[in-house]
Structures are given as structure tokens and as C-alpha cells.
């Protein structure tokens, strides 16, 4: 209480360098978690970044489903003033330290966060398409998406402010749960919206810039539609080395089902 306190009349005339290393060096020091809720509302005025990386000091206390939940609801309060892109990323992505100290916790948030960002038919009117793109992450592994919810999300490669990156993770990792005899009508219609709106396979290998995941992935899609060379197999081949065993696997188990050939010509190429 008395931290909360004295932290209070500090930030009230804003949150000034000298303060937020205070802020830092208080909240790695406690375990009250209405101090560090505190914490992380004040150090809002500081911008995305800032709010996001002290998530890393919040999350090990979401092992309960009440803390969770509280920080969750917080979470909705700083996307709703700063926009859902800087938590996507590091949601998708936090760190590895995190992830592998405190994976019990993580997963508590996100069961938490899945209530507060539920899928439904309103989403797609939201004017934040990284709040659509986290509620479809959040709930890839555990909605049934329709169709017509893949075709509204593949149209967010019109928009200038999505990264094509992180619109492709969303839809494969839908695909990835809709696999085998799951959904069939969703894994095709995934499969689709890859492989010709947003990973046509002559457009990505050609292009420099795309990431080495996005090409493994345009080529996965690709196979039994596309005649793929020498050449180009030995590339992938080199990049699904490069990337690690699991997508080594996940490229050869699909090459070997549909054949190394497989029609010469192939949809949106």
C-alpha cells in the first residue's frame, strides 16, 4: 500500500525517465500484483513498446485464474488507447526466457484473454485490424472458423498497416488445426487463400524480402498443385534445414503424400 502510495504522487506529474526506472527497479522487487497492475497503467504515457516489454515482469504472477483475468482486462484497457499491433507482436513472440520459465502462466493468460477478445460477427467491423488478427490468433486452436471468416481475414492484405507475415501465421496456424479429418472444408479453403491471394508461389520465391518461414510455407501449400524443379527443391530443402526439424518434417510429410511431382500448373501462380 505504501508503494502504491508514494508511486501515485511521483506520477502525478507524468512518468519522466527517473520515475520509470524507479517503476522498474520497485516492480522487480515485488510480489504485489495490485503494485504491478499500477505499474503498468502508469507507464501507459510511455507508448507501446514500453507498456508491452513490462509485461515480462506482469506475467509470472498469472499462474491464478483471478490474476489472470485481472491483467487481461488491463490488457483491453492500454489496446483499446494504443492499438492491438505492439501486443500482437509480443504475444506472438515474448520472450524466451518467458516462454520457457513461465509457459504455465502464459497459458493462463491466454485461456483469460480468449473471453475478453471473443471471436464472433462483430469482429470484422472493428477499425483495428490487429485486434481482429489477435482475436483470431487467440482463438485459432479452439474456434470453428467459417469460410467466409478465412476471406474476411485474407482481405487485411489490402490494408497497408498489416504486415503480410503476420496475416499468413493466423490463417496457417488455422489451417494447422483444421488438419487431417478435422475440418477438411476449412484446411482447403486456408489452403486456397494461401497458396493464391496471399503466398502465390512464382510471386514469393521471387521475392527477396519475404521471410524464409513465408516462402517454406508457400511452397507447402504449393505442393500437388505445382511442378516444382530441381532447383527449387533443393532451395527449400536448404531453407527447411535452415528453419529446423519441425518444418523439415512438416514439408517432407506433405511432399511424400502428394508425390514429388504433381500438376504443372498451380492456382494463383
Given at each position: 500500500m505504501r508503494d502504491s502510495i508514494i508511486l501515485v504522487a511521483r506520477a502525478k506529474y507524468g512518468v519522466d525517465d527517473d520515475l520509470l526506472q524507479y517503476i522498474y527497479k520497485s516492480a522487480r522487487s515485488s510480489t504485489d500484483f495490485s503494485y504491478l497492475l499500477l505499474c503498468f497503467r502508469l507507464i501507459t504515457s510511455q507508448g507501446s513498446l514500453e507498456v508491452w516489454r513490462f509485461l515480462g515482469l506482469l506475467v509470472p504472477h498469472t499462474t491464478s485464474d483471478l490474476n489472470a483475468r485481472q491483467l487481461s482486462r488491463q490488457i483491453l484497457g492500454r489496446i483499446t488507447y494504443l492499438g492491438a499491433k505492439g501486443f500482437y507482436v509480443w504475444f506472438r513472440q515474448p520472450p524466451r526466457s518467458l516462454f520457457a520459465t513461465y509457459h504455465t502462466s502464459l497459458a493462463a493468460l491466454t485461456e483469460a484473454l480468449r473471453h475478453v477478445f471473443p471471436w464472433n460477427s462483430e469482429i470484422h467491423n472493428n477499425?483495428?485490424?490487429?485486434?481482429?488478427?489477435?482475436?483470431?490468433?487467440?482463438?485459432?486452436?479452439?474456434?470453428?472458423?467459417?469460410?467466409?471468416?478465412?476471406?474476411?481475414?485474407?482481405?487485411?492484405?489490402?490494408?497497408?498497416?498489416?504486415?503480410?507475415?503476420?496475416?499468413?501465421?493466423?490463417?496457417?496456424?488455422?489451417?494447422?488445426?483444421?488438419?487431417?479429418?478435422?475440418?477438411?472444408?476449412?484446411?482447403?479453403?486456408?489452403?486456397?487463400?494461401?497458396?493464391?491471394?496471399?503466398?502465390?508461389?512464382?510471386?514469393?520465391?521471387?521475392?527477396?524480402?519475404?521471410?524464409?518461414?513465408?516462402?517454406?510455407?508457400?511452397?507447402?501449400?504449393?505442393?500437388?498443385?505445382?511442378?516444382?524443379?530441381?532447383?527449387?527443391?533443393?532451395?527449400?530443402?536448404?531453407?527447411?534445414?535452415?528453419?529446423?526439424?519441425?518444418?523439415?518434417?512438416?514439408?517432407?510429410?506433405?511432399?511424400?503424400?502428394?508425390?514429388?511431382?504433381?500438376?504443372?500448373?498451380?492456382?494463383?501462380?
Open positions: 477499425d483495428d485490424p490487429y485486434r481482429i488478427l489477435l482475436t483470431a490468433s487467440l482463438c485459432a486452436d479452439v474456434n470453428s472458423f467459417s469460410p467466409s471468416d478465412l476471406q474476411s481475414l485474407s482481405q487485411l492484405s489490402d490494408r497497408p498497416d498489416v504486415e503480410l507475415p503476420h496475416l499468413c501465421e493466423v490463417i496457417w496456424r488455422i489451417r494447422e488445426s483444421a488438419s487431417g479429418d478435422y475440418n477438411p472444408v476449412l484446411f482447403e479453403t486456408s489452403t486456397t487463400i494461401l497458396s493464391g491471394r496471399l503466398l502465390p508461389w512464382r510471386k514469393t520465391v521471387q521475392d527477396s524480402t519475404v521471410p524464409p518461414k513465408l516462402l517454406l510455407w508457400s511452397a507447402t501449400v504449393h505442393i500437388g498443385l505445382h511442378q516444382f524443379s530441381g532447383k527449387e527443391l533443393v532451395t527449400i530443402g536448404e531453407l527447411a534445414y535452415e528453419l529446423g526439424d519441425e518444418p523439415i518434417v512438416q514439408f517432407l510429410a506433405s511432399l511424400k503424400k502428394a508425390g514429388t511431382g504433381g500438376p504443372s500448373r498451380s492456382p494463383g501462380v
